[in-house]
């Protein structure tokens, strides 16, 4: 079955950086698009990017774009998030998702169990 | 504020049908498709209807979606306890070029 499992996640001062991992299996990693999605405290969700199959092209929301990185290594089955200059604002939970580009329209199928990322002084 | 627009409250009987409505515009739900999301607490998202109104494997057939112009629907009918939950609506916004998603509406089962 697909698994998605985060790690990373941790207490971290602003203006610092971390490094989000996601962990893949149960299907063939270098056959889909991948994303990265954040939940801040008590609030909705928030689409921050995405990165395609094979050739690694990325998207990023306006939010995130200059500061965050994403990027994938298909022989360990792993999408990962490079976050830079870190602000209280990007305290969330984080989860990685399966990104589904259909013909008849794109999705999320699947989603890790997310990770704590939290910026405090 | 969000792009998408849903309630922020719904609730039902069990055994009802609760309905929830996402608001969005021409670049997103109006030219492509919509997909629900399920959120127990304290737990992931999970998908429900992808593609305005398809339903992954697994997904009960009391979950449903609909999309007429700038908004979809999600309706569940004989609502469960275990319904209870907050539901997200998501689009691909051409404008914006990104995903959108709405602020999400919590469902009671009362």
């Known amino acids: 079955q697909v698994q998605l499992v985060e790690s990373g996640g941790a207490l971290v001062k602003p203006g610092g950086s971390l490094r989000l991992s996601c962990a893949a299996s149960?299907?063939?990693?270098?056959?889909?698009?991948m994303s990265w999605i954040r939940q801040a405290p008590g609030k909705g969700l928030e689409w921050l990017s995405y990165?395609?199959?094979?050739?690694?092209?990325?998207d990023y929301a306006d939010s995130v774009e200059g500061r965050f990185i994403i990027s994938r290594d298909n022989a360990k089955n792993s999408v990962f998030l490079q976050m830079n200059s870190l602000r209280a604002e990007d305290t969330a939970v984080y989860y990685c998702?399966?990104?589904?580009?259909?013909?008849?329209?794109?999705?999320?199928?699947?989603w890790g169990q997310g990770t704590l990322v939290t910026v405090s002084s | 504020q969000s792009v998408l627009t849903q309630p922020p409250s719904a609730s039902g009987t069990p055994g009802q049908r609760a309905t929830i409505s996402c608001s969005g515009s021409?670049?997103?739900?109006?030219?492509?498709?919509v997909n629900w999301y399920q959120q127990l607490p304290g737990t992931a998202p999970k998908l429900v209807i992808y593609?305005?109104?398809q339903r992954p494997s697994g997904v009960p057939d009391r979950f449903s979606g609909s999309k007429s112009g700038t908004s979809a629907s999600l309706a569940i009918s004989g609502l469960q306890s275990e319904d209870e939950a907050d539901y997200y609506c998501?689009?691909?916004?051409?404008?914006?070029?990104?995903?959108?998603f709405g602020g999400g509406t919590k469902l009671t089962v009362l």
């Open positions: 998702a399966r990104y589904m580009v259909a013909p008849t329209g794109p999705y999320f199928d699947y």
């Open positions: 149960g299907f063939t990693f270098s056959d889909y698009y």
């Open positions: 990165i395609s199959s094979s050739f690694g092209s990325t």
């Open positions: 021409s670049s997103n739900i109006g030219t492509l498709s």
């Open positions: 593609n305005n109104n």
């Open positions: 998501a689009s691909w916004d051409d404008s914006l070029k990104g995903w959108v």
